[in-house]
């Protein structure tokens, strides 16, 4: 991999090892710290996801005016901006009036990155936003991990560690990619300019119908966090077990994401099987869930799951980014990360109001459905490129 796009990985392991430190405790600050109900927290959240959905489209917005530069430098200088707020100012309401802030910021960056990634290192393909998530998630494990400890001592610990990390992530941007320049010709060159635009319309369309799949995989995804950490403790099992479940996603994240890399480099050319067999591996897991009545079965469920996610995830901006034209980079990006963000806004609403109303083993049974719309809409979502011609040639995967 080129050192640029290490030095972005170094400063996205900083940022969202910060990011981590403080998102799995913000319904219970709100409501332990704050003395605020559990609704109010809730309402809190998805302003903060709100603001996070504004900032990955304005992200990809800029990204395709300004470069990834300026505009990861806006992101870092925005979420650290409002961290140190948050340090002095984190009563009522200016935690929330800060917390949307980071959200905005946290949007800004993300499809930043993606975009960042693919223009640093073209010829890198899947590798490069494989690279992404695994720095990503390697984040997300030490922030979840220490964050807890952190805040044991005192909540004004994790502002603080917070602004740390953050303060890195710009020292990084700042020192390590402020000579990085776009990098061109990877896209297809096309003389006739109707014939560009046409190809536009239709990548457009195919790129929308597979972010419907991708949105209501999130809605499904976010339930294991949501109604399924419920069910366990309805099932008797400790709340140690349950973040024992989500130490085994990130383990096997990072280390069996080498592993399985290697198996699908095989077939980097064809993403969209790959994506199929692991929206396949998806719909597998919560079948497994639905028969789920000891710990080991959640175990199984949740390897399952991450073989899914570490088979789509990252294959879903790596299509992307083959969809979109040179100027339509960091928006294709942006709409990506919107789409799940959206997922994750949506879906503890969705599935806490299915499960309230019906019960658990009716809202699998949604997930499943979910997952296999998923499903026929990856299978049919390059249907009409593979009509046109010459053009479709990068942009069907």
């Known amino acids: 991999m080129p050192r640029e796009l290490w030095m972005l990985l170094i400063g996205m392991v900083f940022y969202v090892t910060g990011a981590s430190f403080l998102w799995p405790l913000n319904a219970?600050?709100?409501?332990?710290?704050?003395?605020?109900?559990?609704a109010v927290a809730g309402v809190v959240l998805m302003l903060n996801s709100a603001a996070t959905i504004v900032g990955n489209l304005l992200g990809g917005i800029l990204f395709d005016k300004w470069g990834g530069f300026r505009s990861l430098m806006l992101g870092a200088v925005t979420t650290l901006v409002a961290i140190v707020f948050l340090v002095f100012f984190h009563g009522w309401?200016?935690?929330?009036?800060?917390?949307?802030?980071?959200?905005?910021?946290?949007?800004?960056?993300?499809?930043?990155?993606?975009?960042?990634?693919?223009?640093?290192?073209?010829?890198?393909?899947?590798?490069?936003?494989?690279?992404?998530?695994v720095a990503i998630n390697i984040g997300v494990a030490a922030g979840?991990?220490?964050?807890?400890?952190?805040?044991?001592?005192?909540?004004?610990?994790?502002?603080?560690?917070?602004?740390?990390?953050?303060?890195?992530?710009?020292?990084?941007?700042?020192f390590g990619l402020k000579a990085v320049q776009w990098k061109s010709g990877q896209k297809p060159s096309?003389?006739?300019?109707?014939?560009?635009?046409?190809?536009?319309?239709?990548?457009?369309?195919?790129?929308?119908?597979?972010?419907?799949?991708?949105?209501?995989?999130?809605?499904?995804?976010?339930?294991?966090?949501?109604?399924?950490?419920?069910?366990?403790?309805?099932?008797?099992?400790?709340?140690?077990?349950?973040?024992?479940?989500?130490?085994?996603?990130?383990?096997?994240?990072?280390?069996?994401?080498?592993?399985?890399?290697?198996l699908l480099s095989r077939w980097s050319?064809?993403?969209?099987?790959?994506?199929?067999?692991?929206?396949?591996?998806?719909?597998?897991?919560?079948?497994i869930l639905w028969q789920a009545s000891a710990f080991w079965h959640f175990v199984a469920a949740m390897v399952v799951l991450t073989i899914a996610e570490i088979m789509v995830w990252p294959?879903?901006?790596?299509?992307?980014?083959?969809?979109?034209?040179?100027?339509?980079?960091?928006?294709?990006?942006?709409?990506?990360?919107?789409?799940?963000?959206?997922?994750?806004?949506?879906?503890?609403?969705?599935?806490?109001?299915?499960?309230?109303?019906?019960?658990?083993?009716?809202?699998?049974?949604?997930?499943?459905?979910?997952?296999?719309?998923a499903i026929l809409t990856t299978a049919i979502y390059d249907r009409k490129l593979k009509q046109e011609s010459p053009i479709e040639t990068k942009a069907a995967v």
């Open 28 to 38: 219970i600050y709100v409501h332990e710290e704050l003395h605020k109900s559990l």
């Open 144 to 174: 979840s991990s220490f964050g807890g400890w952190i805040a044991s001592y005192s909540f004004e610990w994790i502002f603080i560690t917070n602004t740390l990390m953050y303060l890195l992530f710009l020292v990084v941007v700042l």
């Open 269 to 287: 050319n064809q993403l969209k099987p790959q994506m199929i067999v692991g929206f396949f591996i998806f719909a597998l897991s919560f079948l």
């Open 93 to 133: 309401p200016a935690y929330p009036i800060l917390l949307a802030v980071i959200g905005l910021g946290s949007g800004l960056v993300f499809p930043v990155v993606n975009a960042y990634a693919g223009a640093i290192w073209p010829e890198g393909g899947r590798r490069a936003f494989n690279a992404v998530y």
């Open 190 to 262: 096309i003389k006739n300019a109707a014939s560009v635009s046409i190809h536009s319309r239709t990548a457009w369309r195919a790129f929308l119908i597979l972010c419907t799949g991708y949105f209501l995989c999130w809605l499904s995804y976010v339930q294991w966090s949501t109604t399924v950490a419920a069910y366990t403790q309805q099932l008797g099992l400790s709340l140690r077990q349950y973040s024992l479940l989500w130490t085994i996603n990130g383990v096997l994240i990072v280390l069996a994401q080498p592993l399985l890399g290697k």
């Open 315 to 373: 294959a879903i901006p790596t299509v992307a980014s083959q969809l979109a034209s040179q100027e339509k980079e960091g928006f294709y990006q942006g709409i990506v990360n919107s789409t799940a963000t959206a997922g994750r806004m949506i879906g503890p609403v969705l599935g806490g109001l299915v499960v309230d109303h019906a019960g658990m083993k009716p809202l699998l049974a949604i997930l499943f459905v979910f997952v296999l719309i």
